[in-house]
Every structure is written in structure tokens, then in C-alpha cells.
């Protein structure tokens, strides 16, 4: 399986700005996706997580409201970042896991893509 995150960028403070996440290989259909993201300096972090069967959603306090998750038939998987903050710049990174839930932790996640850059200048 291999993801592929694109979609960074540039945007000032109170913009927005789309992510995907591109999955191929032999998913079948079946890959819960969780968005992270590294500011420099710090740890990962979890952004937000959709799951495969049922598209349950799961969000960090820091961008609900403001961020959606969302994906289509053909294994991508989006992350819609509005209200943008400076706080929110970042090297953001796509994860896939098999199983049907989300997860907060990085190291439940068994794939990965490399990540894209979002600027956010206030």
C-alpha cells in the first residue's frame, strides 16, 4: 500500500486550504486514514481520522469545527482546513491502517506517504 499526501502550500491566516491523500496498492477498499501533522520542533501530532466501514470521524480539539475529513470511492481521502491559524503550519502526513477504527496514536498506523507542507503567515 502506498499514500501519497499532496495539497500544501501557502495561505494566510483565515484561508483554507485541501490536503488528499492518494492510497493505492491492495487496499481494498478497506483503509482507515488518520491525518498528522509536525510542526518543527515538535512531536506528530493527530489531526483527524476517517474509518473505512462506516466513515466514522475523529477530530483533535485544536481543529473541530475548523477541519473536515471526508473520502470518495476511489480510496482518497481529503482533509478541507479552514479558519487556518499560524499555528496550524506544518509538514502534514496521511497514515493507513486495516482496521476499522480510528486512532490518535501514529504507531497504530501501518502505512505511511510523505508528507506536504501548509504555511499559514498571520
Known amino acids: 500500500v502506498q499514500l501519497q499526501a499532496s495539497g500544501g502550500g501557502w495561505v494566510q491566516a483565515g484561508g483554507s486550504r485541501r490536503l488528499s491523500c492518494n492510497a493505492s496498492?491492495?487496499?481494498?477498499?478497506?483503509?482507515?486514514v488518520g491525518w498528522f501533522r509536525q510542526a518543527p520542533g515538535q512531536e506528530r501530532e493527530f489531526v483527524a481520522a476517517?474509518?473505512?466501514?462506516?466513515?466514522?470521524t475523529q477530530y483533535a480539539d485544536s481543529v473541530k469545527g475548523r477541519f473536515t475529513i471526508s473520502r470518495d470511492d476511489n480510496g482518497n481521502t481529503y482533509l478541507q482546513m479552514n479558519s487556518l491559524k499560524p499555528e496550524d503550519t506544518a509538514v502534514y502526513y496521511c497514515?493507513?491502517?486495516?482496521?476499522?477504527?480510528?486512532?490518535?496514536?501514529?504507531?497504530?498506523?501501518?502505512?505511511w506517504g510523505q508528507g506536504t507542507l501548509v504555511t499559514v503567515s498571520s
Open positions: 497514515g493507513g491502517r486495516s482496521g476499522i477504527h480510528t486512532k490518535v496514536r501514529g504507531d497504530e498506523y501501518d502505512f
Open positions: 496498492g491492495r487496499t481494498f477498499g478497506r483503509l482507515t
Open positions: 476517517i474509518s473505512w466501514n462506516f466513515g466514522k
